[in-house]
């Protein structure tokens, strides 16, 4: 396991080879995501693609995730440690990761203007970044743009499971395979989701700023969102393509990756 620091932090990152002349894939993981859950069911889909698209990449946890270090207080009152934002998360969080923390690490990582591959929030975080920073582009799964109930639903499902005393298969224990604190990674975004602030939260504005390609993705079966979250983003930003994977979850790249996979490589082949 590699890892950053940044303003005292460590991240934990993984590099993928390839060749260096071409803009790499930057992986971003969902709310409950790390390094190692893009590895899963036998796969390595950032490796695959990466392997497919003839491009280098990288696959980062961030604070509180996977093996980077934990967010301090994190159930408690939100505040500031220097560059870092502690205790809670508050409605911003996925801003303060896309315009404050992401452009850092990619400074430090050496790389510039990458294409990012976000999934659930990992998407929501790219399509905030390619709105500020420059991208060579955007592939963006299963996006949170604004917030329906169907989504607060399933995430008020999964804090039932979490708390609930389960045998060694629980959801609880089937996560911690995954993050070093397991409490830390669950409760900086299921506290935020289920808070009254964060019914507010809606980027289809950010979205209108962004001018890279971009290549949007969502399971016809997701539970975490419908077809709106799209369809709300090519309305913003025109140039987006869409896809949408039949016989599929909130996750494509597990429920799909061959399909996913066919999907973005020709994308990413049209790209400069």
Not at 194 to 209: K, P, T, V, W
Request: aromatic share 8%.
């Amino acid at each position: 396991m590699n890892r950053l620091e940044i303003e005292g932090v460590c991240l934990e990152v993984r590099e993928i080879a390839g060749p260096q002349d071409r803009a790499p894939l930057v992986f971003l993981h969902e709310g409950l995501g790390s390094v190692s859950m893009w590895t899963q069911r036998g796969r390595d889909w950032p490796t695959e693609l990466c392997a497919a698209a003839g491009r280098p990449g990288m696959v980062y946890s961030r604070r509180g995730y996977g093996q980077s270090d934990p967010v301090p207080h994190v159930r408690g009152a939100p505040g500031w440690d220097g560059f870092w934002h502690t205790g809670r998360h508050e409605p911003d969080y996925m801003h303060l990761e896309a315009w404050q923390v992401l452009p850092v690490l990619l400074q430090k990582a050496g790389l510039q203007s990458p294409i990012l591959v976000g999934h659930s929030d990992g998407a929501t975080i790219a399509l905030l970044h390619a709105s500020r920073h420059p991208v060579t582009a955007c592939i963006a799964m299963a996006p949170h743009v604004a917030v329906e109930e169907m989504a607060i639903k399933a995430i008020a499902q999964a804090k039932e499971m979490f708390e609930k005393p389960s045998s060694s298969q629980g959801f609880r224990q089937r996560l911690a395979r995954h993050h070093g604190d397991v409490d830390n990674a669950f409760w900086q975004w299921n506290d935020v989701w289920l808070s009254e602030a964060f019914r507010h939260f809606d980027i289809r504005g950010n979205c209108q700023q962004i001018k890279a390609p971009l290549l949007l993705v969502q399971g016809d079966g997701d539970e975490y969102g419908s077809l709106m979250q799209l369809q709300w983003v090519q309305d913003a930003a025109p140039q987006a393509l869409q896809v949408v994977v039949k016989g599929c979850g909130h996750s494509p790249h597990r429920d799909q990756p061959d399909i996913l996979t066919g999907s973005v490589v020709p994308f990413l082949a049209g790209l400069p």
